[in-house]
């Protein structure tokens, strides 16, 4: 599990390590220009041209240092300097004077024209920044944009917000992203994402204390966090000992969510998956998956107390039946209960609050009905809102988009895992079956909710991989979910 910080946290780290620990400034930015021309050197060739362009501020010191380091190793390195010197920062006046005294070309902008640069750092603007970029910044980055020359951005790209990930005006559309200690949330989240290009997460020496001084609600998995994360499995065991997941979903005729839920249970190691839909969908569903129990819904009563989890919603419709199916369940679940699909339509006419026991697994347009607010909003401030919804409702919330935000009103997990093959329908359904398959097993809500999203879109990565994005169906995820478990906890016992 790795932290994600807003720019306003990175600083405070920053402040931190250089008030209270004591480190001097210019040591931290050294550090952090040794670190991004090592990495240079190592990925460039000798007789590359390199261009820093830097800001008055201490992004700008970085990219003057950069230079200054490339240049003494015998690399074709100058700077230019965008902003009134009267702005610009002890430390990186400081980083001016040296590279000047090492004889670092330093080039005017009105000469930039006159020269050609393979490589360009862009250290321009760091995470602090907090309005649109206009006038000859505006001019600049639109100029390195078209260079044609690759772009390494020092911590992140000028003109995105380390907060949200928004774009300020204009952006540095960058080929590789060099991050400075900790890895930034706008640089995960989209439309961010896009400009970073590769994000290269470098460790400059922060002290353990100034990082662990400052608190934040945001992380992401990486692959090693399957094995840690996935409930063990007992040597001894039988199908008891992996849980009851009971599907509650499906309407006349309409069987395939029910399916996708009720197998992607079992893919996640669910003992028994059984299904409560109408009697018409029994042998289609039994046909497609035996391994299934099947009752209908007048059995309900009777499947929740059977259950150790629960899935309600999928493919349900929106009829008065399903709105005394799924009011049954909100009201009467005992257990660790996903909403999907319909049950999310369904839920917000039947409480205004549920509990932590229930996750929510909304795309944008089923936020909107929760909300009451634009999907454009929404899609514009998902971390955020997806956040507060959940501390109004009292729940765990999936908020699904090409970034998948689960929280519980207090941490926020981003999912970085995942492509556009997932835009097709049902691999909703398949999300829904798999976390109540880790609910089964007696996960947590919330940790059930995140690693389901995280091994969710690893699932779409390897088939998407073996048939592209465009071929990418629902049934799909099914045998990319075991190829993702067994590369997961190939070196762990489960």
Same mark, same amino acid.
């Given at each position: 599990?790795?932290?994600?910080?807003?720019?306003?946290?990175?600083?405070?780290?920053?402040?931190?390590?250089?008030?209270?620990?004591?480190?001097?400034?210019?040591?931290?930015?050294?550090?952090?220009?040794?670190?991004? #021309?090592?990495?240079?050197?190592?990925?460039?060739?000798?007789?590359?041209?390199?261009?820093?362009?830097?800001?008055?501020?201490?992004?700008?010191?970085?990219?003057?240092?950069? #230079?200054?380091?490339?240049?003494?190793?015998?690399?074709?390195?100058?700077?230019?300097?965008?902003?009134?010197?009267?702005?610009?920062?002890?430390?990186?006046?400081?980083?001016?004077?040296?590279?000047?005294?090492?004889?670092?070309?330093?080039?005017?902008?009105?000469?930039?024209?006159?020269?050609?640069?393979?490589?360009?750092?862009?250290?321009?603007?760091?995470?602090?920044?907090?309005?649109?970029?206009?006038?000859?910044?505006?001019?600049?980055?639109?100029?390195?944009?078209?260079?044609?020359?690759?772009?390494?951005?020092?911590?992140?790209?000028?003109?995105?917000?380390?907060?949200?990930?928004?774009?300020?005006?204009?952006?540095?559309?960058?080929?590789?992203?060099?991050?400075?200690?900790?890895?930034?949330?706008?640089?995960?989240?989209?439309?961010?994402?896009?400009?970073?290009?590769?994000?290269?997460?470098?460790?400059?020496?922060?002290?353990?204390?100034?990082?662990?001084?400052?608190?934040?609600?945001?992380?992401?998995?990486?692959?090693?966090?399957? #094995?840690?994360?996935?409930?063990?499995?007992?040597?001894?065991?039988?199908?008891?000992?992996?849980?009851?997941?009971?599907?509650?979903?499906?309407?006349?005729?309409?069987?395939?969510?029910?399916?996708?839920?009720? #197998?992607?249970?079992?893919?996640?190691?669910?003992?028994?998956?059984?299904?409560?839909?109408?009697?018409?969908?029994?042998?289609?569903?039994?046909?497609?998956?035996?391994?299934?129990?099947?009752?209908?819904?007048?059995?309900?009563?009777?499947?929740?107390?059977?259950?150790?989890?629960?899935?309600?919603?999928?493919?349900?419709?929106?009829?008065?039946?399903?709105?005394?199916?799924?009011?049954?369940?909100?009201?009467?679940?005992?257990?660790?209960?996903?909403?999907?699909?319909?049950?999310?339509?369904?839920?917000?006419?039947?409480?205004?609050?549920?509990?932590?026991?229930?996750?929510?697994?909304?795309?944008?347009?089923?936020?909107?009905?929760?909300?009451?607010?634009?999907?454009?909003?929404?899609?514009?401030?998902?971390?955020?809102?997806?956040?507060?919804?959940?501390?109004?409702?009292?729940?765990?919330?999936?908020?699904?988009?090409?970034?998948?935000?689960?929280?519980?009103?207090?941490?926020?997990?981003?999912?970085?895992?995942?492509?556009?093959?997932?835009?097709?329908?049902?691999?909703?359904?398949?999300?829904?079956?798999?976390?109540?398959?880790?609910?089964?097993?007696?996960?947590?809500?919330?940790?059930?909710?995140?690693?389901?999203?995280?091994?969710?879109?690893?699932?779409?990565?390897?088939?998407?991989?073996?048939?592209?994005?465009?071929?990418?169906?629902?049934?799909?995820?099914?045998?990319?979910?075991?190829?993702?478990?067994?590369?997961?906890?190939?070196?762990?016992?489960?």
């Amino acid at each position: 599990m790795r932290y994600l910080y807003t720019g306003q946290a990175a600083k405070k780290i920053d402040e931190h390590a250089v008030g209270v620990v004591g480190m001097p400034s210019l040591i931290l930015m050294e550090r952090a220009a040794l670190t991004a #021309a090592k990495l240079l050197m190592e990925r460039e060739s000798a007789d590359a041209r390199f261009l820093a362009v830097c800001g008055t501020g201490n992004n700008g010191g970085d990219g003057v240092a950069v #230079a200054r380091i490339l240049h003494e190793m015998g690399f074709k390195a100058a700077i230019t300097i965008v902003g009134y010197p009267d702005s610009m920062t002890e430390e990186t006046k400081k980083q001016v004077e040296i590279a000047v005294g090492s004889h670092v070309p330093v080039i005017s902008m009105s000469a930039l024209g006159d020269h050609e640069f393979d490589v360009m750092i862009d250290a321009l603007f760091g995470v602090g920044l907090s309005r649109d970029i206009t006038d000859v910044y505006e001019q600049i980055i639109s100029d390195m944009n078209k260079s044609g020359a690759c772009i390494y951005s020092l911590d992140i790209p000028s003109g995105i917000d380390a907060r949200t990930g928004h774009v300020m005006g204009i952006a540095v559309n960058a080929d590789v992203t060099i991050t400075f200690g900790v890895n930034k949330l706008g640089l995960i989240l989209f439309p961010g994402c896009e400009y970073a290009g590769e994000v290269i997460v470098a460790d400059i020496g922060f002290p353990g204390e100034s990082i662990r001084s400052v608190d934040t609600p945001f992380f992401y998995y990486e692959p090693s966090d399957i #094995a840690n994360r996935l409930p063990r499995r007992k040597k001894r065991s039988n199908k008891g000992d992996y849980g009851h997941v009971l599907v509650v979903a499906g309407s006349e005729n309409m069987c395939g969510a029910a399916y996708f839920a009720a #197998a992607a249970s079992y893919r996640m190691g669910a003992g028994l998956v059984k299904v409560v839909s109408p009697s018409v969908n029994r042998d289609i569903l039994l046909g497609r998956l035996p391994e299934i129990l099947f009752c209908e819904e007048d059995e309900l009563p009777e499947a929740v107390d059977w259950a150790d989890s629960i899935v309600m919603g999928p493919g349900l419709g929106l009829s008065e039946s399903a709105e005394q199916i799924a009011g049954y369940v909100i009201e009467n679940s005992p257990v660790p209960t996903v909403i999907d699909g319909d049950g999310i339509r369904l839920c917000k006419g039947i409480t205004s609050k549920l509990s932590e026991n229930f996750i929510l697994t909304p795309h944008l347009k089923e936020m909107s009905y929760i909300t009451g607010q634009s999907v454009s909003e929404i899609a514009d401030q998902q971390v955020s809102i997806a956040m507060e919804t959940a501390r109004e409702l009292d729940c765990i919330l999936a908020a699904k988009d090409a970034r998948t935000a689960v929280t519980d009103g207090e941490t926020c997990y981003i999912n970085v895992s995942g492509n556009n093959g997932l835009s097709t329908g049902g691999t909703g359904d398949v999300l829904s079956g798999m976390i109540a398959g880790l609910l089964g097993q007696g996960m947590e809500p919330l940790e059930a909710a995140c690693l389901g999203v995280y091994i969710h879109g690893l699932a779409a990565e390897v088939m998407s991989e073996r048939l592209s994005t465009y071929s990418l169906m629902a049934s799909d995820l099914l045998t990319g979910i075991p190829e993702v478990l067994a590369e997961g906890t190939k070196n762990g016992v489960h």
